[in-house]
């Protein structure tokens, strides 16, 4: 499951339910009807529309080049091929407006951008991270790299309603972040959820980058680019450990709210709101 955290430090996942089980970690829901008809059509129309040229094709896959990480290999923005394993048809890219489109973004501690994970280039460098005991303590997931990946297939797998993503900062891969609808999540039996509801669980993983206002900075960066591509989600949400003290503060200067403090399967939690109608006095 996702972790039941998201802050500056590393955290455990929102979902509320056993950070080693991922069968678990989204609502047994069916979309709507007109939804789904809507998605077959618009599949149709991709198979009838007209192909890049390879050459056009190989153009724009560099233009979308995000940076060489630390493992060596490109970070780039491809679209990925999501599935719906429930109706074996396929989705949107994604159930939040294209998260690998959503572009860079200027803040106070450099450019950042979100790239959703790819396994074959992101595995060990989230796992290493992983296996931080700062990180171990909240997320959960230390242990060989079977252990991330077991966490990360079933986000790429799904049908899209969370995106696992790496975040550059100047290009370099220094952060791992989750993006979720909050309101299809387990976290919503929880709280009065809205449609649309956008989460955020969040880990820093360089020790360099803890404690000194970076997380603070990406977090309302993330905030505004989550509220900037989805016009229909009127509130970002994420539900930190109350004991991680710097997470909440984190948020809360942010421009997040303290919304209230939520009992989950394993934890108490300060869930913490950030409202587009508030947006332009925080």
């Known amino acids: 499951m996702p972790p039941t955290d998201a802050s500056t430090n590393p955290q455990p996942s929102a979902t509320g339910t056993d950070t080693r089980n991922t069968s678990e970690d989204t609502l047994d829901l069916r979309l709507p009807d007109e939804l789904l008809a809507l998605i077959a059509g618009e599949a149709d129309d991709e198979d009838t529309a007209p192909q890049p040229s390879p050459a056009r094709a190989d153009t724009d896959a560099h233009d979308r080049t995000a940076d060489t ?15 719906d394993p429930a109706h ?18 200027s803040t106070p501690v450099g450019v950042f951008q979100l790239v959703p994970v790819r396994i074959e280039r992101d595995l060990t460098l989230i796992s290493s991270w992983m296996n931080d005991p700062a990180v171990a303590a909240f997320w959960e997931l230390d242990g060989d790299e079977s252990v991330t990946a077991d966490h990360l297939r079933p986000q790429l797998e799904g049908d899209g309603r969370s995106v696992p993503c790496v975040g550059l900062l100047d290009g370099t891969p220094m952060s791992y972040w989750e993006i979720y609808r909050a309101d299809l999540d387990p976290l919503a039996r929880h709280y009065p959820a809205r449609p649309h509801d956008t989460g955020i669980h969040l880990l820093i993983g360089g020790v360099a980058d803890r404690g ?18 989805r016009p229909a989600c009127t509130r970002v949400v994420a539900e ?19 919304g209230a403090e939520v ?7 300060a869930l913490m709101v950030r409202d587009r109608a508030l947006r332009a006095h925080l």
């Open 69 to 83: 990480g630390a493992t060596g290999q490109q970070h780039t923005a491809v679209r990925p091929r999501l599935t």
């Open 88 to 105: 074996g048809i396929p989705p949107l890219e994604d159930l939040l407006d294209g998260v690998s489109g959503w572009g860079p973004a």
């Open 212 to 229: 000194r206002g970076v997380g603070t900075s990406l977090l309302r960066a993330v905030a505004d680019l989550v509220l900037d591509r």
């Open 240 to 258: 930190p450990d109350l004991r991680n003290t710097p997470s909440v503060s984190a948020f809360l200067s942010a421009g997040f709210r303290l």
């Open 263 to 269: 009992e989950l399967p394993d934890k108490r939690a």
